[in-house]
């Protein structure tokens, strides 16, 4: 299974991705290249960090979706880098046909809630103003739906009464950092 990363930031999830390919746990995944739609966003430098090609190529107009025609680009730059499989890691932008079509049934996002509760942006916060006792992170194949994909997993982080929004944010991202290679490795091995 070779995987492009899509991340729009710190690449966090990106970095744990990475790490565990390196240290020879990611089963018979492999990362080939890295894609990021903000340039100079930190997730670019774990490319040359980790030996993997890493691109931020043109995005168009829009800040949340791609044009068509530049989607189009994108499916053929990342099938052009070797790859069969994408995980969006981090990835701020809904995903359209151009990708979808182009790896049916080969995306999988990563969402820091439990779906289907808090789809859509900021489902930490989201969790937090509502004031659930437990919350976390799934994996999900990426649909036409936002974050509305047949789940693969999850991981559940309870809130504390000691937690702050910030404490229990660190909590769902170490819950990430830990499910999502997981998932990408089980699959793998199918």
Known sequence: MNIALLGSGRGSNAEAILETQRAGKLGRARVVSIFCDMPGARILELGERFGVPAFSPEV????????PEI???WAEEIRDCGADFIVLAGFMRVIKRPLLDAFAGRIINLHPSLLPAFPGLDGIGQAWRYGVKVSGCTVHYVDATVDGGAIIDQAVVR???ADTEESFAEKIHSAEHRLLPEVIRRLSER
């Open 60 to 67: 168009g107009p829009f800040k949340t979706k791609f044009p």
């Open 159 to 161: 809130r504390e009464d």
């Open 71 to 73: 989607e189009t680009k």
